[in-house]
């Protein structure tokens, strides 16, 4: 069955980095890309980007442009979202996403970011 | 970007009722690019509908969605108790993609 399984929560203090893992399994990693999404408190989704893990280019939000990079091992079927110069307003739940046709038909478990000094 | 706006903010009805919730884009959408997602609280969204009225696989026939241009609608024609949750609608066909803030089913 396919399964995103992501990193722990993390706490990084304001002007830090964070780097978010998501393993894939369950289906062949590079027949589909993976997206980030993030969902703050009280707050709508919202979309930061996706990687084509088949042949490893990105899009990124315009939002989170310079500031997001998305990477993926295909060895480990692993997916990343780094997210740098955090201030109090990325704290969030994370998700990444299969993509299918466009959509999100898997979801991981998420992955809570706290930026607190 | 493309601004989705949810109505209503929370819908109260009973079990076996019939919820009808309202997407509205800034600008015209392709069909094609119109979802709507479930997400109960505590979980990650699922996908019920793509292009606007496909549901998605599993998804029980008691959901549906339709609409074009500028708006769309989810419906559910009546509601389980596995239904009270919020829905997203999301837009993919400019980026970035968008996604509505929202309409919280809860129990009556």
């Known amino acids: 069955q396919v399964q995103l399984v992501q990193s722990g929560a993390e706490v990084k203090k304001p002007g830090a980095s964070v780097k978010v893992s998501c393993k894939a399994s369950?289906?062949?990693?590079?027949?589909?890309?993976i997206h980030w999404v993030r969902q703050a408190p009280g707050q709508r989704l919202e979309w930061m980007g996706y990687?084509?893990?088949?042949?490893?280019?990105?899009e990124y939000s315009q939002k989170f442009q310079g500031r997001v990079t998305i990477t993926s091992d295909t060895s480990a079927s692993t997916a990343y979202m780094e997210l740098s110069s955090l201030s109090f307003e990325d704290t969030a739940l994370y998700y990444c996403?299969?993509?299918?046709?466009?959509?999100?038909?898997?979801w991981g478990q998420g992955t809570l970011v706290t930026v607190s000094s | 970007e493309i601004v989705l706006t949810q109505s209503p903010g929370t819908l109260s009805l009973s079990p076996g009722e019939r919820a009808t919730l309202s997407c509205r884009a800034s600008q015209s959408v392709s069909n094609t690019y119109l979802g709507w997602y479930q997400q109960i609280p505590g979980q990650a969204p699922r996908l019920l509908i793509y292009?606007?009225?496909s549901r998605a696989t599993g998804i029980p026939d008691r959901f549906s969605g339709s609409g074009s241009g500028t708006d769309f609608t989810l419906t559910i024609s009546r509601l389980e108790p596995e239904d009270f949750a919020v829905y997203y609608c999301q837009q993919y066909g400019s980026s970035p993609r968008t996604f509505g803030q929202g309409t919280k089913v809860e129990i009556k």
């Open positions: 292009g606007a009225s």
């Open positions: 996403a299969r993509d299918w046709s466009h959509w999100n038909d898997y």
């Open positions: 990687i084509n893990t088949g042949i490893g280019n990105t």
């Open positions: 369950g289906y062949i990693f590079t027949n589909h890309a």
